[in-house]
């Protein structure tokens, strides 16, 4: 016979009996009130130092989250035709199949192509030397330049000459830290698909819980807060994957058929910058608009078309379909927040801007229906 629970209300009396009939049964501890509040207050505090003191765990498990969030559409859609236990297994194997054909086929010719344009920066400058004279001149005739024209192209050709080989340096040798600390790195990609995993297998019972654990009269609002709250996160960073994979592969195609250089190796750099809203496309188009001016002022002004292009494509198209009614929130607001995590958090802060907006437009919808004002 499984043991007996009782609620903390249980008489003396019906203890006793449980006992006599054999049954294990737990001593009952009665704290105040204002007891239970404190521990969970110290609890709350605990947490969070521990959270400040190994700071891996919450990132391990955002990321795990996260994870868990894009692979709910797949197995939403799988799970349509067959068992969800089978929905998850295959989701993951192609996200597995997705990260081999990106490790083995596309990160050894990035990397090569960093090495090539490392090397290449020094005549790279000089050719930008040449091409600029006449652009700068038209600009510096109407007051346009800080400096005389031939300051400005020495600072530029130092500077260009200097950002990118230290940007390479730099990156060059983050990948030899991958490599010499592959241990670290796979134990945290395999945490945070042990995470996703449990997080998408348990979803279920997790909801069943969370339920549970309302109150009866509010339970219907906690489902609503639940499926908002899922829904959005899931759509904007499914639709916030997508649309990075577009732009990148889009200005890669564009660039190669322009005949830019390291056209793959500049794809990835605006894959990665598009995680910025608004300055994002911008900042990936430098690069390559730079490079194109070594070939020709007519390949560059194409280059800077066709990023205008992209630029439209992702503000008009892409967004608005795949994560606007995720965010739904002003644009205005959008880039305030961008600055703010900035500033606050650097670039963990500017990449986490709009889906930390995303939740609290989702509280701010669900608060402002059920939130009244008392009349005194």
């Known amino acids: ?40 207050i110290a609890a709350a505090l605990i947490l969070l130092v521990f959270m400040w003191r190994a700071p891996g765990v919450p990132s391990l498990f955002l990321g ?13 859609l799988l799970e349509k035709v067959m068992r ?41 400058a000089r050719q930008l030397d040449t091409r600029l004279p006449s652009l700068l001149d038209a ?14 192209i020495d600072e530029l050709q130092q500077n260009m000459l200097e950002g990118v080989q230290g940007f390479a340096r730099r990156l060059l040798g983050s990948l030899g830290g991958v490599v010499s600390g592959a241990l670290n790195t796979v134990v945290a990609l395999f945490g945070m698909v042990f995470i996703a995993a449990y997080l998408l297998a348990d979803s279920r019972a997790m909801h069943a819980r969370v339920l549970q654990a309302a ?53 990835a750099w605006v894959a990665i910058t598009a995680l910025v809203p608004f300055l994002g496309a911008w900042i990936g188009a430098v690069p390559a608009v730079l490079l194109a001016l070594t070939m020709s002022p007519t390949t560059a002004l194409l280059t800077a078309l066709l990023f205008l292009l992209i630029q439209q494509l992702e503000g008009n198209v892409l967004t608005p379909r795949l994560q606007g009614q995720a965010v739904r929130v002003h644009p ?19 990449i986490f801007a709009v889906p930390v907006l995303a939740v609290c437009r989702v509280l701010y919808d669900f608060l402002s229906v059920r939130v009244r004002v008392a009349r005194g």
């Open 1 to 40: 016979m499984p043991p007996r629970r009782f609620a903390p209300r249980d008489s003396l009396d019906t203890v006793t009996a449980a006992e006599e009939a054999g049954e294990v049964v737990p001593t009952p501890i009665e704290i105040a009130p204002h007891t239970r509040r404190w521990l969970l």
């Open 64 to 76: 795990g989250a996260a994870l868990a969030l894009v692979l709910s559409f797949p197995v939403r």
């Open 84 to 124: 969800r236990s089978f929905a998850i297994t295959l989701s993951f194997t192609g996200l597995v199949a997705l990260l081999a054909f990106i490790v083995a086929g596309l990160v050894p010719v990035l990397v090569e192509q960093l090495g090539a344009l490392a090397d290449a920066a020094p005549g790279l």
């Open 139 to 152: 600009l510096a005739e109407r007051g346009l330049l800080p400096a005389s024209r031939e300051h400005f």
């Open 215 to 267: 109150p009866a009269g509010h339970r219907h609002d906690v489902q609503a807060l639940w499926t908002a709250f899922g829904d959005t996160l899931a759509r904007y960073l499914g639709g916030l994957a997508i649309s990075l994979a577009a732009q990148g592969v889009l200005s890669a195609v564009a660039l190669a058929l322009l005949g830019v250089p390291y056209a793959l190796l500049l794809g």
């Open 332 to 350: 205005i607001l959008v880039f305030l927040a961008v600055i703010a995590g900035g500033e606050l958090g650097g670039i963990a802060g500017i």
